[in-house]
Each structure stands twice: as C-alpha cells, then as structure tokens.
C-alpha cells in the first residue's frame, strides 16, 4: 500500500504529531531513511518539531525541518502515530494541501481521516506497524534503531497491555539487525538529567490522591518548569511514576503549555477507559495511556477529570 502510493508521487511529506515521542520519530525517520534509500530520485521531506535530545543520535534526525515552505505541495503525505489532523501542529497545512496522504496509526480514537489508513489499535505502536509495512528484508540496522525506540517507548519496554507475543517477535527480530537494545533502553528511556530527576521529585512530593486513592494526580505550572530549567519535552516519564502509586487506577499528570493551559497526560488501569475520557475534551489516544490540553488551573481540571472518572467507574 505505502509502496504504491510513493511510487505514483514525486515529493513527499512525512510528519507526526506535536511534541513528538519515541513511537512518533522512530516511525517518521525509519520511513524516511526507508523512502531515502529506496526512492532516492523523489523529493522526500520530514516534518517534527524538536525532538528531545535522547532521539538525536538516530540516522536522519539532522534532516528534520522544524518549519514549513510557503505555498509547497506535496503529491504525498504521510503521517505517522497522528490520532487526528490538529495533532500534527505546524505541519497540518502541508496535510491539508497534499493531494493525497496516508496515516500510520495505532490510537483507537483515530477517526481514518486520511486518503488512505493503516490502523490497527491493537498494535503495540505505530513503529511495530511501520516494520510490517516495510517488511523484515527491508529494514537495514539504521531503520531498526528507529523503530527499536518507537516500541521501547510506546511498551514502557515490554511492560504495559498492548505488548503483545507478535511484538516480542518483532522486537527480536530488530535485536538481529544488530541494534543496541541495552544502550537504546537505557539512554533514551531510563536516563534522566539531574535537572528531570529534580522536577520528577518535586512533582511527586507535590502529588495528591482523590477518589480515595483510587486516583493520583500533580502537575507542573510554567514558573516551576523555569525554575528547574526543563522543557515540556522533558517531562515524560513523571506519569508512569504516578501511575506506579500502588492502588492507583487513574494516574494524572498536567504540565502548563501556556499560562492557564495545560496538557493533561492520563494512564489508567483496565477500570478507566482514558481513551475515552479524553476524547470528552477534544483529546484522544489509547485506552491506558491517553491526553487532552484545557484550560483552567490545576484543581478545575481535576475536578473535570474526576467527575468524568467517577461516571466510569460507575458512582
Ligand atoms: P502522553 O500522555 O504521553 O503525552 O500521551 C499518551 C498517548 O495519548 C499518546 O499516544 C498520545 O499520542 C495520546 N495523546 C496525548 N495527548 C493527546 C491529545 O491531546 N489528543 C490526542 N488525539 N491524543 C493525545
Ligand atoms: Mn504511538
């Protein structure tokens, strides 16, 4: 399907979503260096805002272009781990130009909006559908890095609910192109700098529990980001560390985007649907691990959550 649709267009476009994750470049560049190769006559482009730092050392993620050209269109493009059009920022016009387009996508909310879909909520992330489309022959050692990372993230390596034994093949087979699983986990999934570590902390010890511990929630407000220095790309990870809050079914963690507007990142157990309760807000994602942006403060938030929260739970 990918395959048929480059071949019939001259430039392409590839982008994701805003602040880009693992699954998010490890899928846009293991196409792009696929596409690289194997059509090196077409005009091939690649869209994502910045990456964190963690990602740089992928092949490609120097090809980045972090703005776009005014009046371009492309024949092509593709979008990768994109639930819906708005996700993917300041590319959306590039998409909306495009004479054709094709998604890549495992988010259960997403609606096939594009000319051509490729979604299937039940994968593991979006790289594990790149690799399938690619195909096994195609993938040099560079591309599995990419997707490599993609999976690592979007499993919390191998651990939540949408790891399946066919991901586990995949992964292995990735493992026999060479990549280094034990430098990849550690440096772009474990690792946080002091200053992460610091805010992680302070987002903990700040944390509070409702529903009688059946939720956990914090959030960091842009004078608390200035203060220790960090980006909102910085922030991954402090979700899954409240979620690990032994009781917890619905972990809640929101950082300030714009003063009074905040990105809420959810994760739950088989008792919320966040998917679902985040699409009550224009949000979206996948059934345990989903987010929305609202404006508010911290407490209007939560109590929107909780109250969404508590019709699930049935109260
Ligand atoms: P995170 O909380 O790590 O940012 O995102 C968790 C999952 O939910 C990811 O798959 C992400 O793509 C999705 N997600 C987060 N925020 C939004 C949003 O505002 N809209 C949609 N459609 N999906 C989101
Ligand atoms: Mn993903």
Redesign the pocket.
């Known amino acids: 399907m990918l395959t048929e649709m480059v071949k019939s267009a001259e430039s392409i476009a590839i982008g994701g ?3 880009p ?1 693992g ?2 470049v490890g899928s846009c560049l293991g196409v792009y260096l696929y596409l690289k190769k194997h059509f090196p006559d077409k005009q091939i482009h690649v869209y994502l805002e910045s990456i964190p730092e963690v990602f740089q050392f992928l092949k490609g993620s120097e090809d980045i272009l972090h703005e776009i050209p005014e009046d371009k269109i492309y024949d092509l493009f593709i979008l990768l ?4 059009a ?2 993917l920022g300041f590319s959306a016009p590039l998409y909306e130009n495009a004479k054709t387009s094709f998604c890549i996508d ?2 259960v ?2 609606q096939a909006f594009a000319t051509k879909n490729y979604i299937e909520p039940e994968a593991s992330s979006t790289c594990e559908l790149v690799y399938h489309l690619l195909g096994s022959d195609q993938i040099s050692e560079e591309i599995a890095e990419c997707l490599y990372v993609g999976i690592v993230h ?1 499993t919390g390596v191998f651990r939540h609910s949408c790891t399946h034994p066919s991901t586990m093949c995949v992964a292995a087979d990735l493992m026999e192109k060479g990549v280094d699983f034990t430098k990849i986990i550690t440096e772009t999934f474990d690792e946080k700098t002091f200053a992460q570590n610091q805010i992680m902390g302070y987002a903990l010890v700040n944390a509070i529990q409702f529903l009688e511990g059946r939720g956990v929630a914090s959030y960091v407000d842009l004078e608390k980001m200035a203060e220790y220095r960090v980006q909102t790309k910085q922030l ?1 990870g402090i ?1 899954n560390q409240l979620k690990l809050t032994k009781g917890a079914d619905l972990a809640v ?1 929101m950082y300030e985007l714009e003063k009074g507007f905040y ?5 739950s157990t088989e008792a919320v649907d ?2 679902r309760l ?2 009550i807000f ?5 059934a345990r ?5 609202i404006s508010g403060t911290f407490a209007e938030i939560l109590e929107k959550v909780k109250a969404a929260a508590l019709e699930q739970l049935g109260k």
């Open positions: 979503h805003v602040r994750d699954d998010c781990d994109c639930g819906d708005q996700r495992h988010h909310s997403n979007d991954d979700v963690f990105k809420v990142s959810l994760r966040v998917s985040s699409q224009g949000g979206g994602g996948h691990a989903a987010g929305f942006s």
